[in-house]
Antibody
Framework: DVQLQESGPDLVKPSQSLSLTCTVT?????????WHWIRQFPGNKLEWMGYIHYSGSTNYNPSLKSRISITRDTSKNQFFLQLNSVTTEDTATYYC?????????WGQGTSVTVSS | QIVLTQSPAIMSASPGEKVTITCSAS?????MHWFQQKPGTSPKLWIY???NLASGVPARFSGSGSGTSYSLTISRMEAEDAATYYC???????????FGSGTKLEIK
């Protein structure tokens, strides 16, 4: 079974960068699927942020395009989220997920607060 | 970008009652996925490609729809079905994924 686990700091200061890691076990991120970052705001709204395809190509939500980067380390079977110039509005629970026909595997999520 | 509007936002149902949650798309889409989320947990794929139940989903759940109108139905509500349900779709090009605002379903 595919398993995903998010990790990273739970507190980030405004104007800094948010960096998270998703470690994948049970499947190689270069074998197939798209590998996503999704966030859930307080109040429970879900927002898709972007993905990195198993080929290495990326696609981002246009609302974040100037601030987001998704990369990977294939040797560690990990992919990463970097979100620049964060504000308090980026406070959310961040999930990584994989999709073939649908987002069928999710990590447990990591809560990130943006605060000085 | 397609907007998904779910209704109702909150509802409660008695055990055994039939439940229907709707998802309206701002433009025609070819399918809809549904997710179930319980407090403190990540969303789970529940129904995919409009009408296919994900692994382990009870047969009392069903999905239907086409065009701009989709629905998730529970034939007979059970306590374990209390959760928030989200619809989700992906536009063709560029591929942008959108979630509905969610329907919180409570047990009476």
């Amino acid at each position: 079974d595919v398993q995903l686990q998010e990790s990273g700091p739970d507190l980030v200061k405004p104007s800094q960068s948010l960096s998270l890691t998703c470690t994948v076990t049970g499947y190689s991120i270069t074998s197939g699927y798209s590998w996503h970052w999704i966030r859930q705001f307080p109040g429970n709204k879900l927002e898709w942020m972007g993905y990195i395809h198993y080929s290495g190509s990326t696609n981002y939500n246009p609302s974040l395009k100037s601030r987001i980067s998704i990369t990977r380390d294939t040797s560690k079977n990990q992919f990463f989220l970097q979100l620049n110039s964060v504000t308090t509005e980026d406070t959310a629970t961040y999930y990584c997920a994989s999709s073939s026909y649908a987002m069928d595997y999710w990590g447990q999520g990591t809560s990130v607060t943006v605060s000085s | 970008q397609i907007v998904l509007t779910q209704s109702p936002a909150i509802m409660s149902a008695s055990p055994g009652e039939k439940v229907t949650i709707t998802c309206s798309a701002s433009s025609s889409v070819s399918y809809m996925h549904w997710f179930q989320q319980k407090p403190g947990t990540s969303p789970k794929l529940w129904i995919y490609s409009t009408s296919n139940l994900a692994s382990g989903v009870p047969a009392r759940f069903s999905g239907s729809g086409s065009g701009t109108s989709y629905s998730l139905t529970i034939s007979r509500m059970e306590a374990e079905d209390a959760a928030t349900y989200y619809c989700q779709q992906r536009s063709s090009y560029p591929p942008i994924f959108t979630f509905g605002s969610g329907t919180k379903l409570e047990i009476k």
